[in-house]
């Protein structure tokens, strides 16, 4: 596909273009494209497809020639294009053009970005539902309150000789505590949000030999660890990139980790004990046909803080020990890797821990994924909660309004009515070229 956007793109493509009849909007035409300087000269057979603005995905005229493959007739179809006055697009300046006609919000923009870059089903799906506008909606209806409060607020500073105030303090509190319930409910669901759009590193961790490469194998679908009844096998991190029910997951097998005076064994249990203090989350495997040690108990005990599934393998021996016998752990997955069902349901405990079960995870769910809209959101809710509390406290409107003002920039910012150019350079540059 080449793509053409400005004034005078139906013009260009006339001009390298044979047509019984000009283009008609929105219909594809099958066309000759020759070189029309000097000896006429042949290329291609296409099918051209004219999109006037302002409807158009940039705003502005496009001409769509839709060509076969091969790369060198594209090229020289690319030359003669420019040679009739057009120039190579920039990094995302279709994209950026549609931002700047109004054809998209900088959500919007940004979740093309996004959807070219999915790897996943789930990615591509909240990518695309920003595309269409879920958290566009969201955001605005955020913001045209905080306006609305904020314009009534000016009002009775503005006018203080009516002696009339056009909200009192306890609706602003009240109001505010609305807004922060709203912003909330977008920030719950960012955390899932950001996750399936930059994934996890999930750290596989456990004694030697309590089946944490066959865990590894598993998840993987290949042989990619070695796996023995020696104990020690692996001595450095194995990682692996996979996807679990959507989400993209760094898998990292690891040492098992105890007691050793052996160096190379050694530093593999440094290296798993690195590897958890950087992990997103922690599957820790135990052995039920092994009695429970004071290793297990150390592991249980540093890794609380963590998202942590506790696997308890090996079911189908003959146990030494039951999972009450944990006590008070909680998010524990009693299984043998050798059975399929039960692999499956670790599987559907470790999307459950990272984002909820898939049905959770509904169309047109309001859910940031952005860490530029995130932060900005948690900064207006900052904002939003000095507001509420100098309202609540009766402090003067000037106050009040200062976080409100505040606030309501934060969230214009999401969107891109109140941008800087840097920034809009520093989006669209990370675009691929011709989007």
Same mark, same amino acid.
């Given at each position: ?268 249990? @440094? ?59 909680? @998010? ?77 920039? @934060? ?25």
């Amino acid at each position: 596909m080449v793509r053409i956007s400005g004034a005078d793109a139906l013009g260009i493509v006339h001009s390298i273009i044979v047509v019984e009849k000009e283009l008609q909007p929105r219909y594809a035409t099958l066309v000759k494209v020759v070189n029309k300087q000097g000896k006429s000269k042949f290329l291609d057979q296409s099918l051209a497809t004219y999109f006037p603005g302002p409807s158009s995905y940039t705003g502005e005229d496009v001409v769509e020639l839709g060509c076969h493959g091969n790369p060198v007739m594209l090229q020289e179809i690319v030359q003669i294009i420019i040679r009739a006055g057009a120039r190579l697009a920039e990094p995302g300046e279709f994209t950026l053009r549609a931002f700047l006609n109004g054809r998209l919000d900088l959500i919007q923009a940004e979740a093309v970005s996004d959807l070219v870059n999915a790897v996943t089903p789930l990615q591509a799906r909240i990518a695309f539902d920003q595309l269409e506008g879920t958290a566009t909606s969201a955001i605005k209806d955020i913001d045209e309150k905080l306006f609305d409060l904020i314009a009534r607020l000016e009002a009775s500073i503005d006018f203080p000789e009516e002696d009339y105030h056009f909200v009192g303090s306890n609706s602003v509190a009240s109001q505010v505590r609305n807004l922060l319930t709203q912003t909330g409910r977008l920030l719950d669901n960012a955390t899932r949000g950001r996750l399936i759009r930059e994934g996890c590193q999930v750290v596989i961790l456990g004694k030697p030999n309590v089946g944490k490469s066959t865990l590894f194998n598993r998840f993987v679908g290949v042989s990619r660890a070695i796996v023995t009844d020696i104990p020690g096998t692996t001595r450095d991190l194995l990682t692996e990139k996979i996807e679990v029910e959507g989400i993209p997951i760094t898998l990292v097998d690891t040492a098992g980790i105890r007691e050793t005076s052996n160096p190379i064994e050694l530093e593999g249990v @440094n290296r798993a004990r690195g590897a958890l203090s950087v992990a997103g989350a922690v599957i820790l495997v135990l052995d039920a046909s092994r009695r429970l040690e004071e290793q297990d108990r150390v592991l249980l005990d540093e890794t609380p803080e963590k998202n942590r599934i506790v696997v308890i393998n090996k079911n189908d021996l003959r146990r030494k020990w039951q999972a009450k016998d944990l006590g008070d752990v909680s @998010n524990v997955v009693d299984i043998s890797l050798h059975e399929e069902t039960d692999f499956s349901i670790l599987r559907s405990a470790l999307t459950a821990m990272l984002v909820g079960s898939s049905e959770e995870i509904l169309r047109d769910t309001p859910m940031l994924s952005n860490l530029r809209h995130i932060g900005l959101v948690e900064r207006a809710a900052t904002s939003l909660r000095r507001a509420e509390k100098a309202a609540e406290d009766a402090r003067p409107e000037e106050l009040v309004l200062a976080d409100l003002q505040e606030a309501l920039e @934060n969230m214009e910012e999401v969107t891109g009515k109140r941008t800087a150019d840097d920034l809009l350079n520093k989006i669209f540059t990370e675009f691929c070229i011709g989007k």
